[in-house]
């Protein structure tokens, strides 16, 4: 399990192959990266120089071209987050307040939560949004008590946020609930509070990233908490452009791949099935892992002639270990195969390790992924999904089509070590189920689709809250 930590390979290599990208890739696509590299917190070592530099080539602030989002121009909206960080809910946020940059629209953000002491990923993540105008205030005081009140909107991120309206605005509360979107990502049973969704009934809508989560909510409010949800408006994402410019480069895939599975110690022709998530229990990588091994002694019982297969584990924290991490690196110890596991630590740069797989697996348990954002960004990357059958992973993944699912919890545990095996041992099939999850992600799940259907939603509540006035 050696030589498994981005914090140990990515400084050395970076030098590499962004000098290989450099010479190869698109100037736009090499700005992308350098821009997705200055938010990664592994990568300690960037000289102040070059953040300057990077942050000096950002891309233009004010869209060249129509955008579904140009009628937000000149409008005032507020953002609010729970938390700034690396997962998915604040950095979906983020991704919509450049959107709204790009066209011309007066961003403010806040964070609710923040440590007391100086966090390097939040001021990283904070001075990229000041670097594109989005305006870091506080998230209490008479400063965003204005804001809100004279906010054309106010996103609320995630069911946790909604604790900032009483904790803040107090009685000014009924006075911005009509000018209120509430983007829900939770899919856990935890987040059903009344303190934290009591004024959910009051807005002017909710925005949802799946069918099956919008479902999940309705009942969920209904049944346990007797209230009843708002409009309700399902938006699919979809991947930025920056990254779809990397997907499509063939040479900038292979100068990643390369690099990456040198670090990892792996062959070229060996097959890589990742799982790309935080390290958690909810994520299944124990799972994950038990499938694996099973994996392997199929293939052994069976003497079928296949690659080294290898399972990667992207999401580790080498600097806090959690009961559940060591737990997986016992189990890895026990059944003696360490030289087939790798143990990858967090990362925002998720490119370079897609461009080094051949087989993503999306294996979070219970009610799975309220949508699952790196599954389309690994179809971008023409890989197929061994996902669970549960949650958003539902709506993005046509089993059979491009890729093959499995239930979640225990009893999914030979059936996905038998779809690792398939995938393994028919190279065509495997192919052909990348291709057609990339037409998949063209078809759908691109930056400009997220923006219309996003688009859409804004129009109706705008409307909504201009009605309100009269």
Same mark, same amino acid.
């Given at each position: 399990?050696?030589?498994?930590?981005?914090?140990?390979?990515?400084?050395?290599?970076?030098?590499?192959?962004?000098?290989?990208?450099?010479?190869?890739?698109?100037?736009?696509?090499?700005?992308?990266?350098?821009?997705?590299?200055?938010?990664?917190?592994?990568?300690?070592?960037?000289?102040?120089?070059?953040?300057?530099?990077?942050?000096?080539?950002?891309?233009?602030?004010?869209?060249?071209?129509?955008?579904?989002?140009?009628?937000?121009?000149?409008?005032?909206?507020?953002?609010?987050?729970?938390?700034?960080?690396?997962?998915?809910?604040?950095?979906?946020?983020?991704?919509?307040?450049?959107?709204?940059?790009?066209?011309?629209?007066?961003?403010?953000?806040?964070?609710?939560?923040?440590?007391?002491?100086?966090?390097?990923?939040?001021?990283?993540?904070?001075?990229?949004?000041?670097?594109?105008?989005?305006?870091?205030?506080?998230?209490?005081?008479?400063?965003?008590?204005?804001?809100?009140?004279?906010?054309?909107?106010?996103?609320?991120?995630?069911?946790?946020?909604?604790?900032?309206?009483?904790?803040?605005?107090?009685?000014?509360?009924?006075?911005?609930?009509?000018?209120?979107?509430?983007?829900?990502?939770?899919?856990?049973?935890?987040?059903?509070?009344?303190?934290?969704?009591?004024?959910?009934?009051?807005?002017?809508? *909710?925005? $949802? !990233?799946?069918? @099956?989560?919008?479902?999940?909510?309705?009942?969920?409010?209904?049944? /346990?908490?007797? #209230?009843?949800?708002?409009?309700?408006?399902?938006?699919?994402?979809?991947?930025?452009?920056?990254?779809?410019?990397?997907?499509?480069?063939?040479?900038?895939?292979?100068?990643?791949?390369?690099?990456?599975?040198?670090?990892?110690?792996?062959?070229?022709?060996?097959?890589?099935?990742?799982?790309?998530?935080?390290?958690?229990?909810?994520?299944?990588?124990?799972?994950?892992?038990?499938?694996?091994?099973?994996?392997?002694?199929?293939?052994?019982?069976?003497?079928?002639?296949?690659?080294?297969?290898?399972?990667?584990?992207?999401?580790?924290?080498?600097?806090?270990?959690?009961?559940?991490?060591?737990?997986?690196?016992?189990?890895?110890?026990?059944?003696?195969?360490?030289?087939?596991?790798?143990?990858?630590?967090?990362?925002?740069?998720?490119?370079?390790?897609? *461009?080094? $797989? !051949?087989?993503? @697996?999306?294996?979070?348990?219970?009610?799975?992924?309220?949508?699952? /954002?790196?599954? #389309?960004?690994?179809?971008?990357?023409?890989?197929?999904?061994?996902?669970?059958?549960?949650?958003?992973?539902?709506?993005?993944?046509?089993?059979?089509?491009?890729?093959?699912?499995?239930?979640?919890?225990?009893?999914?545990?030979?059936?996905?070590?038998?779809?690792?095996?398939?995938?393994?041992?028919?190279?065509?099939?495997?192919?052909?189920?990348?291709?057609?999850?990339?037409?998949?992600?063209?078809?759908?799940?691109?930056?400009?689709?997220?923006?219309?259907?996003?688009?859409?939603?804004?129009?109706?509540?705008?409307?909504?809250?201009?009605?309100?006035?009269?």
């Amino acid at each position: 399990m050696g030589k498994h930590s981005a914090t140990g390979w990515w400084v050395p290599l970076t030098k590499r192959w962004i000098l290989a990208l450099l010479i190869m890739l698109s100037i736009s696509t090499a700005i992308a990266f350098f821009i997705r590299a200055a938010l990664d917190p592994c990568d300690r070592h960037l000289e102040v120089s070059d953040e300057k530099r990077v942050q000096s080539q950002s891309l233009p602030r004010i869209a060249t071209k129509s955008s579904p989002l140009s009628f937000m121009k000149s409008k005032l909206v507020l953002l609010v987050s729970h938390e700034l960080s690396l997962s998915g809910g604040p950095l979906l946020l983020m991704e919509l307040a450049f959107l709204l940059r790009g066209v011309g629209t007066k961003v403010n953000w806040i964070t609710i939560q923040k440590p007391s002491e100086e966090d390097e990923v939040i001021y990283s993540l904070e001075h990229k949004m000041w670097d594109r105008g989005v305006q870091v205030i506080s998230a209490k005081g008479q400063e965003t008590i204005n804001t809100a009140l004279k906010a054309d909107l106010i996103v609320l991120n995630t069911a946790v946020a909604g604790k900032w309206l009483d904790a803040v605005l107090k009685e000014d509360v009924p006075r911005v609930l009509p000018n209120v979107l509430w983007w829900i990502h939770e899919m856990r049973g935890h987040y059903f509070k009344l303190d934290y969704v009591k004024h959910l009934p009051l807005v002017a809508g *909710a925005m $949802i !990233d799946s069918h @099956v989560t919008a479902e999940y909510w309705k009942n969920r409010t209904r049944e /346990r908490l007797r #209230i009843k949800m708002p409009d309700t408006y399902v938006v699919h994402l979809g991947n930025s452009k920056e990254l779809m410019e990397v997907a499509e480069d063939n040479v900038a895939k292979r100068v990643l791949r390369e690099h990456v599975r040198e670090s990892l110690g792996v062959r070229n022709e060996d097959l890589l099935f990742a799982i790309i998530n935080s390290v958690s229990r909810g994520k299944g990588q124990d799972l994950f892992l038990r499938s694996f091994y099973e994996s392997l002694e199929l293939i052994k019982e069976k003497k079928l002639e296949v690659p080294s297969v290898h399972a990667v584990i992207i999401g580790s924290d080498m600097n806090a270990q959690t009961k559940f991490e060591s737990e997986l690196r016992n189990y890895v110890m026990q059944k003696k195969i360490q030289n087939r596991v790798h143990f990858v630590n967090k990362t925002l740069t998720v490119a370079p390790y897609l *461009a080094a $797989i !051949d087989v993503l @697996v999306q294996n979070s348990q219970a009610w799975g992924e309220c949508f699952g /954002r790196i599954t #389309i960004e690994a179809m971008a990357f023409q890989l197929p999904v061994l996902g669970t059958a549960a949650g958003g992973t539902t709506e993005i993944v046509v089993n059979g089509t491009t890729g093959l699912l499995h239930p979640v919890g225990k009893e999914g545990i030979t059936r996905l070590a038998k779809n690792i095996v398939k995938v393994a041992t028919h190279v065509e099939r495997r192919l052909t189920m990348g291709k057609r999850g990339y037409e998949r992600v063209k078809e759908i799940f691109q930056e400009h689709h997220m923006a219309e259907r996003i688009a859409v939603v804004l129009k109706e509540v705008l409307k909504k809250s201009k009605s309100h006035l009269y």
